[in-house]
Nanobody, 124 residues
Framework: QLQLVESGGGLVQPGGSLRLSCVAS????????IGWFRQAPEKEREWVSC????????IYADPVKGRFAISGDNAQNTVFLQMDNLKPEDTGVYYC?????????????????WGQGTQVTVSS
């Protein structure tokens, strides 16, 4: 059964760090790019970051550049999102998603499979 499961969320003070994990089963990350998204209360879901299937290319949304780092371990079929210097505006439910990009692209415009999400709350 194809499944993406996120973990690692929690409550952290501003300036703190969290490391999210996304474990894939039923699909190989050798063939899928993984994206992270987040949704704050009463806001639309927004894209955060993407890593391509080889793990050699990453891209970030402007609000998280320099603070978040995405990485992958294809042997474990797991992608991580290291989040440092967290701010209250980073609060939300974080989702990972898998998709296959078009030929010549590293990350897809649309994602096919989604996890259930993990809550991140940044508050003092």
């Amino acid at each position: 059964q194809l499944q993406l499961v996120e973990s690692g969320g929690g409550l952290v003070q501003p300036g703190g760090s969290l490391r999210l994990s996304c474990v894939a089963s039923g699909l190989s990350l050798d063939y899928y790019a993984i994206g992270w998204f987040r949704q704050a209360p009463e806001k639309e879901r927004e894209w955060v970051s993407c890593i391509n299937s080889s793990g050699g290319w990453q891209i970030y949304a402007d609000p998280v550049k320099g603070r978040f780092a995405i990485s992958g371990d294809n042997a474990q079929n797991t992608v991580f999102l290291q989040m440092d210097n967290l701010k209250p505006e980073d609060t939300g439910v974080y989702y990972c998603a898998a998709g296959r990009p078009r030929i010549g692209s590293s990350c897809p415009k649309a994602y096919t499979y989604w996890g259930q999400g993990t809550q991140v709350t940044v508050s003092s």
